[in-house]
């Protein structure tokens, strides 16, 4: 007796046998993924539906990843048993048409979420500010950022608080902006979902969107508002910061965060308030446009928000312009009267004439605003920006090609990006170094272990044959070679000292070579000049390569005008 068989007499027996049964048949459907299914071969052409629900659940226990769902019609069963409706259905003229029943199309994920007792000590970390340990734990089990549901993962029952609540609630700035780049960063949501979903990206920022907007259960307030009330101006500064931050969300009582800004603290503090309040305005940012292959003249563009974004109209043929750097974020009219200075040098500068290269100046040194951007074409811009944002304190970003990433190289978090890059670099560098030594030592072994014995035996006769105690050589002693000689021999000076001596320490490694390059020029003067060995050591050793080969190329130039004006005062 087949399966269908079996059904239709548990049919005849429920409709015919009991009478206070009702006439509505279920029929229980089981869909296993077939990848799953590790049994006999024939398994897979078997429909499973069955008309007792105790029968599904011990299948459903058997195999993990089944799902179970009940139906009225057979033929909607069996299309969910074969397909667990992961493609359409199709009528009967061969069109294919929705499911007519709802369904969950979500995969089952293959992280747990996280108990009670786990969340707990999560939920600490976040208040310690422990970023090594938190980070750990999310790409470890994404759950405890994500929920069922594709809804931020709630940390604390009650309240309904999530990972962002907390952190604002704990005044950790840097916390909160890990969980933010975490929820929104595709490779994240990548992890939770697999291979099998196409829209990380959309996915991102819509789990970024509801841990900036998601309000509390008690006062139906957000994280901004957390922020804004507590005083907490540098978490202010890291939520306003990202675009999908709306800060005209009102709470239970209809206050916008505008209007309970210190409202539990700070409350005589005009100027803490005054920061905060240009915080919550649209937030400006003043860019550097280039094009890809350097061929337009870079430009400052003006002043955009997220809220107003840059609209860049070029001719078709002209080449396409990026952004490249930019300032910020900042108020409209601070905006405004930082690209004017930025965009016009004062006028005493303009009248000046560059007297040295760019490439010779000092870190720190009076820079001709004018001089730099027409000697460094590259950079230069750039360079006046970035003092510029430190003049007014504000956040400067830039974009490195050889990290393709926006750095601010004066940051802790730049800083981090420099040092791994060059710690990758000095460890390529030392590889092929090994490898060299040992293909030559290898290869000429023999020849120097008959080299070095030779040269012994030669030092032990040159010294026997120099001894005052030789008895050939006594005779030939005279009293006058023992004087000494009445003036010492004046020292001379090569200019080859210095390349001995730097020679000595070992070959340099520089960002893209051997030898410095413009590259390394202008990240020379992005790094701030005092660096730790021990914080930063292969930043601060290529920081020390890069000042000897700038004091050797300066005695070179220093020689060579000499030489010239020599020779033009030669008569």
Known sequence: MNENDKMLIQTVNMTCGNSNVSNEIIFHAVYIPEENITTENNVKENVRIYMDKAEALKIIKEFKTGRLKSFKKRSEAEEYAKTGFEKTLCNNNGSTVPAAVPVVEEKSSNFKAPRSQELVGFRKLIKDGDLYAVKTTLWENPRYLIGSGDTPAILQEGCRYNALHIA????????????????????????????????????????????????????????????????????????????????????????????????????????????????????????????????????????????????????????????????????????????????????????????????????????????????????????????????????????????????????????????????????????????????????????????????????????????????????????SEFYTPPSSPKLVVDSSDDEMHIAEEGPATFLEGSTPTKLDYAVYYAVPSSIKPTTYPNIYRWQQDMQLAMKRDSHRTNNARLSRRKLLLTP
């Open 168 to 479: 604002v609630r704990a005044d950790k700035p840097d916390m909160c902006e890990l969980i933010l780049n975490t929820v929104g960063n595709a490779e994240f949501i990548k992890l939770l979902y697999g291979d099998e979903c196409k829209s990380y990206v959309d996915r991102a920022q819509i789990m970024l969107d509801l841990y900036l907007n998601t309000p509390d259960k008690g006062l139906n307030e957000t994280p901004l508002h957390f922020a804004v009330k507590f005083g907490l101006k540098n978490v202010v500064k890291v939520l306003v910061s990202y675009p999908c931050c709306i800060k005209t969300l009102p709470n239970k009582y209809k206050q916008l965060p505008i209007d309970i800004i210190c409202s539990r603290t700070c409350q005589e503090d005009e100027e803490l308030k005054k920061e905060i309040r240009l915080l919550l305005e649209d937030q400006y940012y003043v860019p550097v446009l280039r094009s890809d292959d350097n061929t337009f003249q870079p430009v400052i563009g003006e002043p955009f928000s997220p809220t107003s974004p840059m609209s860049i109209q070029s001719d078709p043929l002209s080449p396409r312009l990026e952004v490249r750097a930019f300032a910020g974020p900042m108020t409209k009219s601070r905006a405004l009267e930082f690209r004017k200075e930025w965009k016009t040098p004062p006028r005493s500068i303009r009248m000046m004439t560059p007297v040295k290269r760019i490439c010779e100046l000092e870190p720190g040194s009076p820079i001709n605003s004018l001089a730099l951007r027409l000697q460094d074409t590259e950079k230069g811009l750039e360079r006046i920006g970035r003092d510029l944002a430190e003049e007014y304190h504000v956040p400067w970003k830039e974009f490195w090609q050889f990290l393709n990433d926006f750095a601010d190289f004066r940051t802790s978090e730049g800083l981090a990006k420099l040092e791994k890059y060059l710690e990758h670099k000095f460890y390529d560098q030392l590889l092929q170094y090994s490898q060299s030594l040992h293909c030559s030592r290898k290869n000429s072994n023999v020849g120097k272990e008959a080299e070095q014995v030779d040269e012994i035996d030669y030092i032990c006769n040159k010294l026997q044959s120099c001894s005052l105690f030789n008895v050939e050589n006594q005779d030939s002693l005279d009293e």
